[in-house]
């Protein structure tokens, strides 16, 4: 299924329209580096509280598992394709230039342009130690950046006094960008829970975090050009990530192959609700 956002969904995005397909029922926009920066720097310049995931093969299959997380992925202000699967899907859907635009990549690209505007960022997620070497690395980069808020959240559910703390605490701080780390579907659902009383574009990049850290190493160009980042990540990995890939992959797999190939099925790529 293809379109463009509904007239609500168009004001919201500053008459900006944003061509979508739905993926096993997720929906996944048709968008650029260029024109995710763009918009995510026009939001943060106006104080807009937003949410923007980046997905992938594991967020499409969290979505197709979990019909409450499918909701939360479908209502974001922008769903980009990280993985090269989405993106051969995006192109075999008529959307013929399609690019990735990666967690990974957006987030140097965003600090770049804030940076350069004066806009305030902050991040949310990971280990303190993870978070100290992250934003050193990304000082050093872009001198200009300001960060204005970085925390480390403890690993558990916190408390209703606990988590209003942090919400007063990133809004008076002025961050306008705030980047979460905290993982699919985590960081997906903490950025729905606090859409509205978080001032600020919130963006969900996962593993980025890590990668800008020097904590893990990023698959060389190619393996990414052919969707094989997947493979190296479990190869460095394997302990932490060997459910998630022996477990979704497959899946994915064999339920966009057996709904292309069935005529007569439903759509893959439609029940977004």
Sequence with gaps: MQGSLPQAKKNSLSKVQVDFRYILGMRVDATSYDQARRQIIAWAQ??????????????????YDAGDFRKIVNSAD???PDGMPLVWLLRR???THQERVAGAELLPRICEEAAHRGISVGFYGT???????LICHLGERFPGLKVAYAKSPAFRPLSAKEDEAIVK?????????????LGCPKQERWMAGHKGRVKAVMLGVGAA????????RRAPAWMQRLGLEWAFRFATEPRRLWKRYLKHNPRFVWHIARQV??????SPFSHGK
């Design 46 to 63: 106006a104080g807009e509280s937003r949410c923007i995931c980046v997905g992938n093969v594991h967020m499409t299959m969290e979505s």
């Design 127 to 133: 280990t303190p130690e993870t978070l100290a070497a």
């Design 169 to 181: 605490q990133i809004n008076n701080s002025g961050c306008r960008i705030l980047f979460v780390g």
């Design 78 to 80: 922008l769903v980009t």
């Design 261 to 266: 190939l069935n005529e007569r099925g439903p």
């Design 93 to 95: 859907l008529g959307v």
């Design 209 to 216: 975090f890590d990668f800008h850290a020097g904590k893990v």
